[in-house]
């Protein structure tokens, strides 16, 4: 199994999740990385997803605390620009939105520029995902091929063989032995 402890910054799960991908090796794919990959193919998910969720709720949280400071804000600026205008005068909400940019224009690009960091590695994080999802029925046609190709030899392998009357008729008492044991 995979050691996922040792992987821990975004750069180094995606040079890990390259090194997946590709099944070939100085030019071939072999039985034995075939093999690796479908091992390893659960494990992998499951990390996948786990980094999956924790982005998620980082960007869920991320998003929550964003909507309550802009929540906050905007009933300050509400209350300041309610506090000497008639109430059939006040503000929309468009307006007074507008107002909270513009008081807080860094701390609110900075934000917008936080959320949107977030979003780009939650996105991220799900190609990755559906890149694997895809990736296993890749390594099952693969599979599906060496079988083919081993079954393929097997049966060269049959027509290569010293086929005499006597190796015939020594093959066939074997089996009638075989049978009646």
Request: net charge negative; glycine share 2%.
């Amino acid at each position: 199994m995979i050691d996922f402890s040792l992987i821990e910054d975004d750069s180094e799960k995606v040079e890990f999740m390259n090194s997946m991908f590709n099944l070939v090796k100085d030019g071939e794919c072999t039985p034995d990385l075939l093999n690796t990959a479908l091992v390893n193919y659960a494990s992998i998910s499951a990390w996948l997803i786990t980094i999956l969720e924790s982005v998620e709720k980082e960007n869920n949280d991320l998003k929550n605390e964003y909507n309550v400071w802009i929540a906050d804000k905007f009933i300050e600026v509400r209350n300041k620009l309610s506090e000497n205008i008639a109430k059939s005068k006040m503000p929309s909400q468009t307006e007074i939105t507008n107002q909270v940019i513009v008081e807080n224009k860094e701390e609110y690009l900075d934000w917008q520029k936080e959320l949107q960091i977030h979003e780009r590695k939650e996105g991220f994080y799900r190609r990755m995902n559906d890149m694997w999802k895809t990736n296993a029925n890749m390594i099952l046609a693969l599979c599906n091929n060496a079988r083919s190709e081993l079954f393929a030899l097997k049966i060269e392998d049959k027509a290569n063989q010293d086929i005499t009357k006597e190796n015939l008729i020594r093959h066939n008492k074997i089996k009638k032995v075989v049978k009646n044991g």
